[in-house]
């Protein structure tokens, strides 16, 4: 009996470590690439250890898994990204690190006079992918998926920070959280944005 536990012991150290270096190997060959129209545009990372945006390089840009998680001090959870180029509308990206995957984000840039077009399309198309982000919050948290909730509300904060309705969802969510000071905190900046814009 015991030699039999003292072999289930073995066998399960020996299979932990295995799986962590073939996770370890698939991060370091892993590689997210991310490459832009036109090219030469700043990528900015979100890190939750300083919690703001950091500049990780220029398209096009490969950076690893391994490098990746150093660089947002995070662990298999929504990476966000700002691709951004001088005269062009600043791109939001989530992307999901999935060890053992390559994976390539490539970004068109709209030039930022074309954002009022006559015929509204681009507007259009800004207020339906907002519409699914929002979306996509409300399964996290019915889902009880707040941490991904809370990166993705951050990311549409940062497109229209002076939207109220987004700084109630990021306080609700905050609430869920047990985090109910910072929740007042969104509430607040919510309540001062609809004084600004009459609201």
Known sequence: MIKSLILILILFTITGCSIGKIRDYFDKYSVL???SS???AKVYIYTTSSKKYILIGETPLKINNEELKKKTSSHNIPVSLIIQKEGY??????HIQESSKN?????????AYEWTDPNNLNTSAVINETWINLQDINKDIRRQKY?????????LISRFPHAP???DIK???LYLMNKRREAE??????KKLREKIKL
Do not use: C, F, W
């Open 33 to 35: 690439t991310i490459s």
């Open 165 to 167: 309705m987004l700084r």
């Open 147 to 155: 941490k991904s909730a809370i990166s993705q509300i951050k990311i």
């Open 103 to 111: 994976v390539t984000i490539d970004v068109s840039l709209k030039k």
């Open 171 to 173: 306080g609700s969510i």
């Open 89 to 94: 509308i600043r791109e939001n990206v989530l």
């Open 185 to 190: 905190k969104e509430y607040d900046i919510a």
């Open 38 to 40: 036109p090219e030469k």
